[in-house]
């Protein structure tokens, strides 16, 4: 089975907790309970990105958007997408006092792929696939 949830949020910074409420109370309710590993990766990576449609992206339209699909053999795909044709760049590592530059690392480590899609004068799509199948992660 598949299952995917998508909703547009304005771009303020009260709106990421928001996308990591939904994006987990979705996952809760489509059975990945609070000890699915792979559950807090797909809510920590949706953080992430929703921080970046946030802080970097041009939302001429007043809303990103942020879609997770549940593909049927457990894995699961996030999108987050904003108007900005500006793909994100993966920074060094800087140094321990950097307040910010680490989200890309994050997205980088946890999840088993993920990319941009250029939607033209519609700006872009960040996703990412994290693993959930054969394993422990998804119940």
Known sequence: MLRRHAFR?????????LA?????????AWGHTEKSGARHDVVLLVSEL?????CHGLVLEREF?????VLADGDCFIEVSDESPMGPELR????WEDENG???RLLDALAEAWGVWQRGRHGKTVWALVRGAGDARWP
Not at 50 to 54: E, L, Q, R, S, Y
Not at 92 to 95: F, P, R, V
């Open 92 to 95: 060094g590592t800087g140094t």
């Open 20 to 28: 990591r409420i939904r994006v987990r109370d979705h996952l809760t």
């Open 9 to 17: 949020l304005p771009p303020h910074p009260a709106s990421v907790a």
């Open 102 to 104: 680490r989200g890309l």
């Open 65 to 69: 958007e942020v879609a997770v699909t």
């Open 50 to 54: 929703a921080t970046n449609a946030v």
